[in-house]
């Protein structure tokens, strides 16, 4: 043991002897009447036996404002524990629930809130105590008497629970009836009785009443002090609650003949500290300590009496051995201190001996055990150096590997360029003839755009490579970069107005005559103009703004913000898109245009930022210092430049495509119609240029629109890419087949993806068949054919099932679809009258334009059809769940039986039950 750990356990023993830890009690008393003082004593005469509680009280003159303030102290405060006797349950409750909430155990006294947020109550039941007063008036006062019953505080459980057990007596059939005069509220205090008992008196009535009936002593006495400076007589029986001992206490009233009666409300002061000393060590406890009550009055009251007196004697004499052993405790203290000082200075000097040793030998053992560290601390610094030198070598075999796989793919794309030239030169002259048919001119128009496509890709790619490898070098012109940057904007003129953009070009009054390069400023507005394009909605807004702006040390800059409408960037992806093959949306674009025009800017020491507004729209900001010491002798010519990176970049828009109508009576085409749902346009006209032979071909545009389109015209097959924007064609795939309409339709995925894991998801979703990009035109029409050849002896017994036989024959998938739809309804409504005017509604048609395109399909009137699906039913009924006539009439909407009956003639030709028994027979 050293001397610090000997000093340390002397110093715990004296601090011990001098003072334990202490709980704190806060005591929120709702009035400071007799009754409460002496519950107040008996509260701080018990915590004094008990030497780990701190009691600190608070009393209100009935004011609920006041006695909020004070629970709010005792919470701020932190105590261990409160007491409250509330003075209104109503305007009390919220504040103690705070408390309870804050994790302060409440012992709710003498009265209770209107809640179950608190962890004990100690009281007397107020109820009993009302009950008691009742059943002693009915045993003291006959019939008719008069009385008068004062009551206390409204709104506080002890008035409300007091009144309501007296109440319920005297209004019981076994109670004397008696005449209540009057219910004054003197707030249980003995100035208020006094007043009303005052302004009472005066009535006739009171003047012979029999009994003043008051739930506390206190009310009690007032009124009869009031009583008896009056000259009314005789006096009336004056009976209250509380029954104390000691001065103005109910007990000594009924001793002097001032009380008739009073019935004990035990304070219990000393079992609220009992309850919370229990919960605050931890000991089991009982939630609801009701305290005992008696009846006192002038047979027993000396008794009483004399019990308090003899409790009082006996607690005077506790208090002064109390005090004694206090004192001799402190002594004792004292010369415990003593000794300890003693002890600790006897062997504080052995100590100090062992402590020197001890840490010697301690100091030995830690130089010891921090060499061996510092050695092992050198292996692994030597083993770091080492796996660091292995990183780097790796990370340059890594880097020098990537390299040479650019280089290579930098190399395949510059040969890619002879080829493509080879196929742009010959198309465009194809193009350009006249005597091609236009099927020809369509499919050429498309080998075109996406030569341009692959040509702008592969353009875009080199210049990143050369960007990358710090290989840009600037070549400046002297020229409007104004008028220049107008006159690539206006290249996109055509495509705007065919998606009804609405296109702005603004710039402030600044002389644009300054040096730049074009090519590269070519590119960098190029591409932002191209991703505006991309991204804005339809009939929405792009708006250029240019602007000069002056700079520190007089360096001008070039400020350009390209904003479209319709887009939104999130926060957390604006930092990523700058950075190079980075793309939030993979379908539209390939994450080189943003990150080349970076590595541009940042060539010429500007800056490229981007905000973005939800529901409103995206700007890219760009910022290049105008370097005006740059001497040139090139002055850039407009007319004289090409600005072929734009115009490749024009070439490649997809053109506006009108939506496909389908022809407003489907059911009487004759064709397949056929659903394509595509986000590449020139793949969208390709499909509809190799099926619109054999099919009727509408298109959709991505998995949202393809999902109402395959609802709205429930078609014949669905062809659906995999990977689209808004909703991909797994999702779109899941859609379709969870809806009990087109859950049949046969989808077909097409993707340039082959792995298994996508194919079996696809399969997973309900896919028919999974067809891989780029696909045989035969291989795919022949698969359309066998899914519909497959689809339609199934469709044909689900839909059109109900028609006899010679009516199935040649309809086509358009009028299944429609009968289909009209047999559903049916069903769905077949136990209620349906009319013509609700079929018509239902299928937004004149009756008279339902009526002939049923007609028109299967020669029947809509009232012949939608008795056949009901009589269609009603054999699935009679055979598989072997109803009656009755019941089948009624379940399939037929007003009786017998009309049933006759209806079931007229089509089949015999009677329902003979039917069955035929159809049962042949079965066998």
Known sequence: MTAIGAICIALALTSCSKEQSKFTIGVSQCSTDNWRETANLEMMREAAFLEDLDVEIRSVDDNSTKQIEDIEYFIKKGVDLLVVSPNEADALTPVIEKAYD???????????????????????????????MGQYINSVLPANSKIAIFRGTAGSTADYERYKGLMDVL?????????????????????????????????????????????????????????????????????????????????????????????????????????????????????????????????????MLLQHNSIDEQQAKLDAMSDKIDLMSTKASIQKQNVLYLMLSTVLAAMLALVFLTMNHKRWKLNKKLKEQNEQIQLQIAELEEQEKQTLLLSQQLEESTQAKLVFFTNVSHEFKTPLALISGPVNDLVARKDLPADVHNLLDIVRRNTSRLTR?????????????????????????????????????EAMKARKINFIFSATADDFNIPFDPIKIEKVFTNLMSNAFNHVNDGGTIKVSLSILPGGESIRHLHLDVYNSG???????????????????????????????????????????????????????????????????????????????????????????????????????????????????????????????????????????????ALKYRPAVIISDVFMPNKNGFALCKDVKANASTKNIPIILLTAASSDEQRAQGYEFGADAYIQKPFNDYTLKVRIKNLLEKNMGMMEQMTVGFLPAEARVNLSDDSMNFLCQFREYVEQHIDEDISLEDLASHFSYSKSKLYRVLRSITDYSPVDLINLIRLNKAIELMSNEHCNINETAFRCGFTSASYFSRTFQKYYNERPTAYIKRMNNSNK
Do not use: C, W
């Open 457 to 493: 890709l592969i353009v875009e790619l080199i210049d990143f490579r050369a960007y990358e490898r710090s290989r840009v070098s600037l070549n400046f012109s002297l020229g409007d970069i104004k008028s220049f940057l107008e006159d690539i904007a206006s290249l996109f003129n």
């Open 171 to 303: 209004s019981s059939e076994d109670s004397n009836k008696y005449q209540i005069v009057a219910e004054p509220v003197a707030n249980f205090l003995y100035v208020d009785a006094k007043r009303e008992m005052t302004n009472l008196i005066r009535e006739p009535e009171m003047k012979r009443i029999d009994a003043v009936l008051a739930l506390n002593d206190e009310m009690a006495l007032g009124a009869r002090e009031v009583f008896a400076t009056s000259h009314v007589r005789p006096m009336p029986m004056f009976i209250g609650i509380d029954a104390l001992a000691g001065p103005r206490g109910g007990l000594e009233m009924i001793a002097n003949g001032l009380l008739n009666a009073s019935f004990i409300y035990p304070t219990g002061g000393d079992k609220v500290i009992m309850v919370a000393h229990q919960i605050l060590n931890g000991e089991q406890y009982i939630r609801e300590n009701i305290l005992n009550t008696a009846a006192v009055d002038i047979g027993n009251v000396r008794v």
């Open 567 to 709: 887009s939104y960037i999130p926060e957390e992806e604006r930092e990523n898109i700058f950075r190079r093959f980075y793309t939030i949306d993979v379908k539209r674009g390939t994450g080189i245009g943003l990150a080349l025009i970076t590595s541009i800017i940042d060539a010429f020491g500007g800056k490229i930022g981007v905000t973005s507004i939800k529901d409103d729209g995206t700007t890219f900001h760009v910022d290049i210092p105008i370097d005006d010491s740059v001497v040139t002798d090139v002055h850039f010519d407009n007319e004289s430049y090409v600005p072929d990176f734009a115009k490749l970049k024009v070439a490649t828009i997809d053109s506006p495509e009108k939506d496909y109508d389908i022809v407003e009576d489907m059911a009487a085409s004759g064709k397949n119609l056929i659903l394509v749902v595509e986000d590449n346009k020139d793949m969208r006209d390709y499909l509809k240029s190799i099926l619109s032979a054999d099919y009727k071909v509408i298109i959709a545009k991505d998995g949202v629109e393809g999902t109402e389109k």
């Open 102 to 132: 804050s994790g302060i155990p409440i012992i709710l006294y003498d009265r209770k809130i209107n809640s179950e947020k608190y962890t004990a109550y100690v009281g007397a039941d107020n109820y009993q105590i009302g009950s008691q």
